[in-house]
């Protein structure tokens, strides 16, 4: 049988930073071994799941650009996809187990639980549910049901030890007598979290179940019931915690929010993913900036670690630098438009769009996210007063080679053919820096500051040709009058 994973998120909540991973591991392996990625919606939860969560996720994979093979919106031929339209499987493996006395109506209200808790807390011991109604008489059964008396169905844990070898943690055993009888079905019919897992996950042929590690005490309650439903179990991998910096389970302060919140906070889906990747994966040659592709390539579970992963703000952002740096001039052009605010546009309206592709570019080397882009495009949208207005501000020492270098830049400036080119501005740098002796650090320093109005900034060549002629000697002369008085 061919590799069939699935990604089983609970619709009541926003798709977060830890759940994403689980995501994208199984959909790394099974992409790399040419299998099938299901989207499962658990919905269980009537009370708590709603649409709006299930948009935030199937929205979260579609701009991650994670295609899935079988969904609620796909369809295929193990639907339906959300659990809530499955009931009829739970219910129908429900009486299977209670046929052969594996499973047993219990009408115990919370009340009673209760008072059997607080009797194990009195003697000091673990509490474990009674079985008390596991000695009703079938007529004791039949009379509390014709009354309409609330119950639920649980399973008859087995006493015996259970061993499964999980493929990143090895050899794990359990003692399932020291697991309680558990309910399968609640009191409203709706199947349980590990009861209507297991269904699925045969029902739907799934080989493998990749998982966070918080998923393993849940492991003994699935496999018993694997066991009893006579299915053959899938092959477990339980992948590490991600963690906050201090060790801690990830919060809202350290990331874990909603995986589109990052969309809005300009980063690339190339780098989540990524990132993503190498919190709890390792690939052979340790290299960190990688495409999709390669991760795909790569990735096998031999090289996850059991240990817990530190989820780091800034690394995150360095990476996004660097896959920014990646991009071509119409891949930026397209990835920081949506972030500009009108503002921005309404300044640089002046230039065509194939210069502000061209602005574009000579600023990529300074973004980390690309939110950043409106602060680095300012010094394009200066109009002639803004200019002005910003160099009475700057206060820097005048000193006599800065002014010589002005001066010679205006008069090559002014002699200069209309249409400037990085390559023509280049030449006219280098003429100068051989004449008042000056390396190109020191006398890109001063014309930066001259032409922009700012300390730091785009590519300077490219920066001073998208000014143009006229700009550049507007400014000038503006700035050596000035700065003569």
């Known amino acids: 049988m061919n590799m069939r994973v699935r990604f089983a998120p609970s619709p009541t909540g926003n798709l977060h930073i830890g759940t994403l991973r689980t995501a994208l591991f199984n959909w790394f392996l099974v992409r790399h071994n040419n299998g099938a990625c299901i989207l499962r919606m658990e919905d269980t939860d009537a009370e708590r799941s709603q649409p709006e969560f299930e948009k935030n996720i199937t929205d979260a994979l579609k701009w991650l650009g994670l295609s899935m093979d079988e969904s609620p919106d796909l369809g295929g031929e193990y639907g339906p996809y959300r659990q809530s339209e499955r009931v009829h499987l739970y219910k129908a493996a429900s009486q299977q187990l209670i046929d052969k006395g594996d499973a047993y109506p219990c009408f115990c209200t919370t009340?009673?639980?209760?008072?059997?808790?607080?009797?194990?807390?009195?003697?000091?011991?673990?509490?474990?549910?009674?079985?008390?109604?596991?000695?009703?008489?079938?007529?004791?059964?039949?009379?509390?049901?014709?009354?309409?008396?609330?119950?639920?169905?649980?399973?008859?844990?087995?006493?015996?030890?259970?061993?499964?070898?999980?493929?990143?943690?090895?050899?794990?055993?359990?003692?399932?007598?020291?697991?309680?009888d558990f309910v399968i079905i609640k009191s409203d019919g709706s199947a349980s979290y590990n009861f209507a897992v297991v269904v699925d996950d045969h029902e739907m042929a799934i080989t493998h179940v990749i998982r966070g590690e918080d998923h393993i005490s849940n492991t003994p309650r699935q496999l018993a019931?694997?066991?009893?439903?006579?299915?053959?179990?899938?092959?477990?991998?339980h992948l590490p915690m991600i963690l906050a910096p201090d060790r801690?389970?990830?919060?809202?302060?350290?990331?874990?929010?909603?995986?589109?919140?990052?969309?809005?906070?300009?980063?690339?889906?190339?780098?989540?993913?990524?990132?993503?990747?190498?919190?709890?994966?390792?690939?052979?040659?340790?290299?960190?900036?990688?495409?999709?592709?390669?991760?795909?390539?790569?990735?096998?579970?031999?090289?996850?670690?059991?240990?817990?992963a530190i989820f780091d703000v800034e690394k995150l952002k360095w990476m996004n630098g660097q896959h920014i740096r990646l991009l071509d001039q119409n891949a930026l052009f397209e990835a920081v438009t949506p972030f500009m605010t009108s503002e921005t546009q309404a300044s640089l309206s002046r230039y065509s769009e194939n210069e502000m592709k061209e602005i574009i570019m000579s600023v990529k080397d300074n973004l980390d996210v690309l939110l950043d882009i409106n602060q680095y495009l300012e010094m394009y949208g200066l109009s002639k007063e803004g200019y002005q207005e910003k160099m009475h501000q700057v206060d820097f020492n005048w000193k006599e080679e800065e002014k010589q270098v002005i001066g010679l830049f205006l008069e090559a400036i002014a002699k200069a053919d209309e249409h400037f080119s990085p390559e023509s501005m280049g030449h006219i740098l280098e003429e100068i820096a051989q004449n008042v002796g000056l390396k190109k650090g020191k006398l890109f320093k001063p014309i930066r500051l001259a032409c922009t109005g700012y300390t730091s900034g785009p590519q300077l060549l490219t920066c001073l040709s998208i000014l143009g002629k006229k700009v550049l000697l507007e400014r000038l002369q503006f700035l050596l009058e000035n700065r003569e008085k």
């Open 248 to 308: 801690t389970k990830l919060s809202k302060r350290f990331g874990a929010t909603s995986v589109l919140d990052y969309h809005e906070k300009g980063y690339l889906p190339q780098t989540i993913i990524n990132y993503l990747a190498l919190l709890g994966w390792s690939p052979p040659d340790d290299t960190e900036v990688m495409s999709l592709s390669d991760i795909v390539r790569l990735f096998s579970l031999d090289r996850v670690s059991k240990s817990g």
């Open 225 to 237: 019931l694997f066991e009893a439903l006579s299915y053959t179990p899938p092959k477990f991998a």
């Open 111 to 180: 009340e009673d639980l209760g008072k059997e808790r607080e009797e194990a807390i009195r003697k000091g011991e673990p509490y474990v549910y009674s079985r008390k109604c596991l000695a009703l008489s079938q007529s004791e059964i039949d009379e509390k049901k014709k009354r309409g008396v609330a119950h639920t169905i649980r399973f008859k844990m087995p006493d015996h030890t259970l061993h499964f070898t999980d493929i990143i943690r090895g050899d794990i055993s359990f003692d399932l007598a020291l697991n309680a």
